[in-house]
């Protein structure tokens, strides 16, 4: 698999929350970090998503914002 990304993560799911179409995973990386990701149910169910599966997390973002009071 190659792409385009630059930030590819390896990470464990943690937990995996269905709804009626969007699941909510949360994956753990080494160190006990957590991301969590907004994908539709059916890829959820497509990629066999469950806790204890090894996932990549893969970052691509074309703005990231940082604010201060």
């Given amino acids: ?14 937990s995996v929350s269905h709804g009626a179409v969007n699941s909510e995973v949360i994956a753990e990386l080494p160190g006990g970090t957590e991301i969590v990701s907004i994908v539709t149910k059916t890829s ?3 990629l066999g998503l469950a806790p204890g599966k090894a ?13 201060v009071d």
């Fill in 55 to 67: 996932v990549y997390v893969v970052i691509k973002a074309s703005n990231v914002m940082i604010a």
């Fill in 1 to 14: 698999m190659k792409l385009s990304a630059r930030n590819i993560l390896k990470a464990t799911v943690k």
């Fill in 44 to 46: 959820a169910e497509q």
